[in-house]
């Protein structure tokens, strides 16, 4: 890592920050361009850019935006799946000095209007098949530009007043990128949004300067590296750990417009990937694909996970059957800009019930209810500061303020931290089950029940229960029918204390629903159920 130091930013806050040499978002890119002008930049289907050609096209998109009257702090939404035009549109909003403020295509109407109203977007840039899920015109009038990537007879048929994505393509390019501070926001991201209305996390430049250092270095990534995005490039994880990292590292990004396993596979193998980063459901999806064996993915190397705690049984069926695969558990969230602690190298098994252990600039402190710290080993809030922690959300300073201390970002997670560093993450705060007076961390269960042969995920709550006031309920993804509730409960009696184990368990054929950032989503689960009325 390069050297660090104690410098003040947003205000009140004293962090750990190194010393570094791009300035900006933006500024990343022009390094690697300038470095590596030949170097295959982005690889998307059939699409192949050297980074000398991704430049040209984000000087040419900036230059279409700009006479469209984007500019300087303009919000500029990109509602993409995973395509090409995704990398181009951030990087040329970053050249304008806008802020970029990526939506996850399974937005629908309703939440997406109110986004695009909240964060006062100027100019969106969507996907032809999501384009009308668009609020219509007179419904945002601060939204002035809609660029729709799609050829004209598609674009007409929108009625939106669109203009194609072609027509900033062929625009005059835009060479010179606006000056930023580095406390400037660069993205905002709309946090998921479980319950109530979804916060605008701001993510500056210093912030994500700080967390592509963090995963350049300490997972030794290089312009030899080739990055598989498999998850939404609108998520933290795809547009940090992929998008930001690669482009940093000088490396190339290979981009899916969507993940299924078969694809992942095949695509990993003939693309001589070296990294990802993805969630542990998804490398329990690529084990079970039966000719996994046929793949040659040899050069796959670093395999980052977050998200969810990977069961062991899955770090060790990867370990024997990619035995040049290193596993890191990321933790982190998009009020920290992706990743607050990593696992070191080597010891995912050793260590699979922690998160790792802090990054260099990241500090991590458990609290009581009254915050105070506690100390190592006993289970609090978990608390995060450091220079990637973000400064707030986008126009909320109430929601600012209940969840920011002086700069510590309160995580809402349940966990410890042991006398050696090592971060252990056991519940959300309002997911922990208290089944008459004894608490449950879900995460021991769900942990658990993944090692169960043909689970795929699963999901533990609390389900209200007249007697002991909630029972521990699990909700199970398979497809194998061996799987049944009896199995599962039978399975976690053998290895878990009596009071752990589900009283009752949901078979689901299909994957678990998530929100739009790709989170569980435990309250919509647990509304199904409904409470018991006698116990089981």
Request: overall charge negative; some cysteine.
């Amino acid at each position: 890592m390069p050297a660090r130091r104690r410098e003040a930013h947003f205000g009140d806050r004293v962090v750990w920050c190194l010393e570094r040499p791009a300035a900006s978002f933006h500024a990343m890119l022009a390094a690697t361009v300038a470095a590596r002008p030949e170097g295959e930049a982005l690889v998307c289907e059939g699409l192949r850019l050297s980074w000398r050609e991704l430049d040209a096209r984000v000087a040419r998109v900036a230059g279409g935006l700009a006479a469209r009257g984007v500019g300087r702090g303009d919000r500029v939404a990109l509602f993409l799946t995973n395509r090409a035009e995704f990398v181009v549109a951030l990087f040329a909003a970053q050249r304008l000095g806008a802020i970029a403020v990526p939506i996850g295509a399974r937005e629908q109407g309703e939440g997406l209007a109110w986004i695009l109203a909240h964060c006062g977007a100027r100019a969106i840039v969507v996907d032809a098949a999501l384009a009308p899920r668009l609020p219509p015109p007179a419904e945002l009038p601060a939204l002035t530009l809609r660029v729709v990537c799609a050829d004209a007879p598609t674009l007409d048929a929108t009625g939106l007043g669109a203009v194609a994505w072609s027509e900033l393509d062929d625009a005059a390019p835009l060479t010179e990128a606006a000056a930023v501070d580095e406390e400037d926001t660069a993205v905002i991201l709309y946090t998921s949004g479980t319950t109530g209305r979804p916060k605008g996390a701001m993510l500056t430049h210093l912030n994500i300067a700080h967390s592509v250092a963090h995963f350049v270095s300490c997972m030794r990534l290089g312009a030899q590296d080739r990055s598989l995005l498999a998850v939404p490039a609108s998520h933290v994880t795809g547009l940090i750990a992929n998008v930001a990292t690669i482009t940093a590292a000088g490396g190339t990004l290979v981009m899916m417009p969507a993940f299924k396993a078969a694809d992942f596979l095949a695509l990993a193998a003939r693309e001589r990937i070296t990294h990802t980063l993805m969630v542990p459901a998804m490398y329990n999806l690529a084990l079970l694909q039966p000719d996994l064996a046929r793949h040659d993915l040899s050069a796959w190397r670093v395999g980052g996970y977050g998200g969810a705690p990977m069961p062991v049984a899955t770090i060790g069926a990867l370990a024997q059957r990619l035995p040049g695969l290193s596993l890191h558990n990321a933790y982190g969230a998009t009020e920290t800009t992706s990743p607050t602690t990593m696992m070191p190298a080597g010891l995912a098994h050793a260590c699979a019930d922690t998160v790792g252990v802090a990054l260099p600039c990241a500090e991590v402190m458990v609290v009581d209810d009254a915050g105070r710290e506690l100390p190592p080993g006993e289970v609090g809030e978990i608390w995060i500061a450091g220079p990637m922690v973000v400064r707030g959300y986008w126009d909320n300073p109430q929601a600012t303020a209940r969840e920011f201390t002086a700069g510590w970002w309160h995580s809402g997670d349940l966990g410890s931290v042991d006398a050696d560093g090592y971060v252990r993450v056991f519940d959300r705060k309002k997911d922990m089950v208290n089944r008459g007076g004894y608490k449950v961390y879900s995460v021991e269960v769900e942990n658990l029940i993944a090692a169960l042969p043909g689970v795929i995920e699963a999901a533990v709550m609390g389900r209200p229960c007249p007697v002991l006031g909630e029972r521990v309920h699990a909700v199970v993804h398979t497809l194998d029918a061996s799987v049944d509730a009896q199995a599962v409960r039978a399975f976690c009696a053998a290895r878990l204390a009596d009071y752990k184990v589900p009283d009752t368990v949901s078979i689901s054929v299909e994957p678990l629903p998530r929100n739009a950032n790709g989170k569980l989503l435990k309250r919509v689960m647990r509304d199904a159920l409904g409470p018991l009325t006698a116990p089981p």
